[in-house]
């Protein structure tokens, strides 16, 4: 029995890939088909955008931060009630990790599902070049299969005629559509108010609109049957299969100023036995009762940082039930929420929850941007020392304290290790995002520490 599934790949980023692929979820979401969203990498705002348009949480695919079985059982689960899953590409098709291999590049993640993939090109100011590319993309890893060609920014019909005409002579492959370089279509602003415009359903007039015009000027009935892929079969048994019945309560920050959080985390705590329980720093909801652990995930604090610096009732339970020791991960834009203090890039100081000494000061450019591999310090109660796990970092700020550091991890990337994090008790706090299923344990020795909580 075969599966419909497609990864949307670029030639570069900037390409068109997002709209496009907004667009062809929208497209055949009109058609009433289920459609199941991907993006390769680490990113939490495409995702956002796919969610929104299909209805389905969307998942990351990132084969370095998983081992290709977990790639494939990924989408092996959350795909099996879909028409077509629909993975959006990273970047250009081939960069990854390294310029020395595909290693979590899109091309890797379409070998290892099997999937078909589509290029898009910029054919601006271009007619037979374009033939010239993707015959250079064909060539290059023949392992991966590209079955088709989207024209983005063609200047007309004639333009895309053009370019249509050539590919298809030289490289054999169709050229299945495109999108005019003239249409009045412009992604939202891709963080700031995001999450609520999708909440408020601000932008489904945006979705609709652009599936509109895909359905216009490109194939769907021809996307469809190109789509065509052999099942996927894993040969290990599923690592979100539930290992226990749900024993403990674990909040978890969800709204505007925190949404960062890959669904394969949540997924994983829940198969461990947490019942996940979600608030809103931001509306001053405290802490919900019964907590016996915390999850602050990423997000833009510093954006609603006069919200949240009134909102008095949750910093209280935040700052009480961490100094009594309650089991606690903070990622990013919870770590940062976690300090004394976030400095805005005008200057002006707005105070935060103050269970870590310091502060976090806004940056005009960024600091930190990669995957990193994670190992644990003594002392670490959830990534114990030498323990490693995988994730990334991605911050415009710096935090800067007086009182002496106490490291909660080292982080290896691409040019250097360094201790990094916070850690007093049971808080673990930084910079740096957890994907969680790169170290199960951790979540394991996460929900005994809960257990523990709970049993004082």
Known sequence: MSSNRLVIAGTGSGVGK???????????????????????????IDPSYHTAVTGRPSRNL?????????????IRRSSADADISIIEGVMGLFDGKAPTSNVGSTAEISVITQSPV????NCASMARSVAAIVKGF??????????AVIANKAGSEGHYQLVKTAVEQECHIPVIGYLKADTAVKIPERHLGLIPSIERGELASFFEKLGKLVAETIDLDQLMALSEAPPIATTTPSIFARKQEQTVKIAVAQDAAFNFYYQE???????????????????????PKGAAGLYLGGGFPEEFAE?????????????????????????????????????????????MVGAIPGKVVMQGHLVALGYREITGRSGNPFLSQGMSAKGHEFHYSVYVSQAEMPYAYETTSRRNSQPEGYMNGNLVAGYSHFYFASCPKMVENWINKCKEWNSR
């Open 18 to 44: 997002t709209t496009l692929t907004i667009g062809l979820m929208a497209a055949l979401r009109k058609k009433n088909l289920q459609v199941q969203g991907y993006k390769c990498g680490p990113d939490y």
């Open 138 to 147: 064909q060539s290059f890893a023949p392992k991966v299969n590209i079955v």
């Open 62 to 74: 990132d084969s370095w931060m998983q081992d290709h079985d977990l790639v494939k059982d990924i």
């Open 118 to 121: 589509i290029l898009v090109v």
């Open 265 to 287: 985390n949540l997924d994983l705590l829940s198969a461990f036995g947490a019942e996940l329980s979600f608030f809103s720093p931001l509306n001053d909801e405290p802490l």
């Open 307 to 351: 919200i949240l610096s009134m909102r008095s009732a949750v910093k209280a339970s935040i700052r009480t039930a961490i100094k009594n020791g309650l089991p606690t991960i903070a990622e990013c834009g919870g770590f940062m929420y976690l300090t004394e203090a976030i400095e805005t890039k005008d200057g002006k100081s707005f105070d």
